[in-house]
């Protein structure tokens, strides 16, 4: 009997040290699991604004086109809102000078100018509240300027 209590002791030893190191292990992940999370969650929340930022882009570049050729004011609205497409990007702002100061049309060789406006918060998901951060408040604005034909 005295020979099976000695080979019990080294196997406890080892189920010590298993434990110790799943702790440690466990422990680890309870840290850095975290940070992974709030990392990955910014890099997703900025991949979003900066497509949202180049649709907007688009859609003001698209706008200010119609403009320069001549088209009237709905049909530029018309032509950013086509461009927006479905989903939160339609909540957007549309300003467009294509007037002079008296309500005039402006003349062929001026500039006319498209502006697309969206807060932050609609642009993408906020991804980072769940760690007690945000993006900054404010808006996306995309501006496009072409001279009119």
Known sequence: MHADADSQAPRSGRRRSRRRWGGLLTFELLLVVPIWLALLGAALEFGTVLIVRQQLLAASRDGARVA??????EDVRQAVRRALGPGRLPGAAIYVRMFDEQGRPLAPGETVEVWVRLPVAQAA?????LIGASLPKGDLVARTAMRKE
């Open 68 to 73: 320069a050729l001549g088209g009237d004011l």
């Open 125 to 129: 998901p906020n991804f980072l509240s």
